[in-house]
């Protein structure tokens, strides 16, 4: 993917990270509409001019993927006159943060992707979070305004999330890669690596620099892993769609009719 085409989808923020559009993609019904399908990192940080921002998107729906300690520990501010509808849940998707949880015991970087593998296989299944990946396609079905979904990092869950609905719409699994991969080369790297690095050494200690940057990056295999999973329990991706996340050929249809011109 070119820097052009990287610089065109990065919506620029000072402190919310991995901030970017994920439409735009060719599909076999059309082109995915672009300005209508958002993610990010979470905004806890986020300046004025940030959420002068996010305001100018024109939000209809956040679909925020964060348990509710998460969101406790690191509440969003929102823009003025902000009408989005904030979908959420009262539980806890994950045990922490995927990279956090994936920091339990890894000290280097070869420990860390091996971590990252194993929560892949699992992060799918948890039934908090496979509600809420049920509750962003409905909402896709139903919605005209665009949408934003994050988590703490937007990289894990959202990863997965965006990820899925580029397999629904027909995005090419090249495309679909290209835009998972995306968080390691999008806006302030340095930035991003470090403030997740002060959370995750605040709760484990010292870890190497290798590893944090291990935890806070993406890699094909761990995308692959998870979908490989999906494989595993329900026969295929189009199957965890279905049968995981009730997500019915009615909805596919309206989710298409909606997002692709």
Do not use: W
Request: charged content about 25%; proline content about 5%.
């Amino acid at each position: 993917m070119s820097e052009a085409i990287v610089l065109d989808r990065l919506v620029e923020c000072r402190r919310i990270f991995n901030f970017r559009d994920y439409g735009g993609y060719a599909t076999p019904h059309g082109r995915l509409r672009e300005r209508r399908l958002f993610r990010s990192a979470q905004h806890f940080d986020a300046t004025p001019e940030d959420l002068a921002t996010v305001a100018g998107l024109g939000l209809g729906a956040v679909i925020d993927l964060r348990g509710k300690s998460e969101r406790i520990a690191a509440p969003c501010p929102r823009p003025d006159g902000f009408d989005a509808e904030v979908i959420l849940i009262e539980d806890e998707t994950v045990t922490q943060a995927p990279h956090v949880e994936a920091a339990r015991g890894a000290m280097d970087a070869d420990q860390a992707r091996e971590s990252m593998m194993n929560t892949y296989r699992t992060m799918p299944f948890r039934p908090v979070l496979m509600e809420l990946y049920t509750r962003y396609f409905a909402r896709l079905a139903d919605l005209d305004r665009p949408t934003l979904i994050h988590c703490l990092a937007g990289k894990d869950r959202t990863g997965i999330a965006v990820a899925l609905l580029h397999h629904l719409v027909g995005v090419h699994p090249d495309d679909m890669m290209a835009d998972y991969l995306l968080t390691n080369i999008t806006g302030n790297i340095e930035a991003r690596v470090a403030a997740g690095g002060l959370h995750i050494k605040a709760i484990f200690g010292d870890m190497t620099d290798d590893g944090l940057r291990a935890l806070m990056s993406v890699e094909p295999r761990y995308l692959q892993n998870g979908f490989a999973a999906m494989v595993e329990r329900y026969g295929s991706i189009d199957g965890y769609l279905r049968d995981g996340l009730g997500v019915t050929p009615e909805q596919r249809e309206k989710i298409i009719a909606r997002l692709v011109e």
